[in-house]
């Protein structure tokens, strides 16, 4: 119950990932990344609870309920259609896959993610979970870090070493399957919470994201960290 100290993550990629200074801070960026990670890591190893299979069933149910409000925002049905018949494809193959479990933040995102020197601290668990697949927490802040790297105001490279950093600093070996069927979702489920209808160019530019993210087909390789 005692108090986080730091300076929100979002505040810093807004002063420091933006268009102007943001391929200046990519080490900065990295190194950030790594402290990010670093907490989860410990967090899911202080809360592991084991493994569960992957369920295609479960995982299309909350897909399609994602995308369903996706069309309210202003994404439009055919390349939602194309996203879900891609990670369709993925998740059928993943069926019955172990994936390991621990608790959950379930909100992982920069607003809630504070850093402070070398350390990093996260607050709001208002949506924790006790138990669910590491890769909703790990999926949800690089979904998000990807959605902000499509944004014109802000670095893309900048990012991409944030994630890279994040990734890093996690560690072990990750499934690039399951991340990517994640990242999907949790993407998805980031432009459901904005609650506004999107304008055309931004639709347009996060519907030929979610269209490279979902590609037909596995990504065979691990990721090793």
Same mark, same amino acid.
């Given at each position: 119950?005692?108090?986080?100290?730091?300076?929100?993550?979002?505040? &810093?990629?807004?002063?420091? !990932?933006?268009?102007?200074? /943001?391929?200046?801070?990519?080490?900065?960026?990295?190194?950030? /990344?790594?402290?990010?990670?670093?907490?989860?890591?410990?967090?899911?190893?202080?809360?592991?609870?084991?493994?569960?299979?992957?369920?295609?069933?479960?995982?299309?149910? %909350?897909?399609?309920?994602?995308?369903?409000?996706?069309?309210?925002?202003?994404?439009?049905?055919?390349?939602?259609? &194309?996203?879900?018949?891609?990670?369709?494809?993925?998740? /059928?193959?993943?069926? =019955?896959?172990?994936?390991? &479990?621990?608790?959950?933040? /379930?909100?992982?995102?920069?607003?809630?993610?504070?850093?402070?020197?070398?350390?990093?601290?996260?607050?709001?668990?208002?949506?924790?979970?006790?138990?669910?697949?590491?890769?909703?927490?790990?999926?949800?802040?690089?979904?998000?870090?990807?959605?902000?790297?499509?944004?014109? &105001?802000?670095?893309? +490279? !900048?990012? %991409?070493?944030? %994630?890279?950093?994040?990734?890093?600093?996690?560690?072990?070996?990750?499934?690039?399957?399951?991340?990517?069927?994640? =990242?999907?979702?949790?993407?998805?489920?980031?432009?459901?919470?904005?609650?506004?209808?999107?304008?055309?160019?931004? +639709?347009?530019?996060? %519907?030929?994201?979610?269209?490279?993210?979902?590609?037909?087909?596995?990504?065979?390789?691990?990721?090793?960290?």
């Amino acid at each position: 119950m005692s108090g986080v100290g730091g300076v929100s993550l979002d505040a &810093t990629l807004r002063r420091q !990932a933006n268009v102007l200074r /943001g391929r200046f801070r990519r080490r900065r960026m990295h190194d950030l /990344g790594v402290l990010v990670g670093t907490w989860l890591r410990q967090f899911h190893v202080a809360t592991v609870a084991g493994s569960q299979p992957h369920d295609h069933c479960n995982y299309l149910r %909350e897909l399609d309920s994602n995308i369903c409000r996706s069309q309210e925002f202003g994404l439009s049905a055919s390349a939602l259609q &194309t996203v879900r018949d891609g990670v369709e494809a993925t998740s /059928g193959i993943l069926n =019955g896959t172990k994936v390991p &479990t621990a608790a959950a933040h /379930g909100d992982f995102l920069p607003q809630n993610i504070l850093v402070c020197g070398t350390g990093a601290g996260v607050v709001d668990f208002g949506s924790y979970c006790a138990e669910a697949p590491v890769y909703r927490d790990l999926a949800h802040l690089s979904a998000y870090l990807t959605l902000l790297a499509n944004r014109l &105001t802000y670095s893309g +490279s !900048a990012l %991409e070493s944030l %994630e890279r950093g994040f990734l890093t600093g996690y560690g072990g070996t990750l499934n690039a399957d399951l991340l990517k069927i994640y =990242g999907v979702s949790a993407l998805l489920r980031i432009i459901n919470d904005r609650s506004c209808v999107l304008t055309a160019g931004r +639709s347009r530019r996060i %519907e030929q994201l979610l269209l490279s993210l979902s590609s037909v087909g596995t990504v065979t390789a691990r990721r090793g960290l």
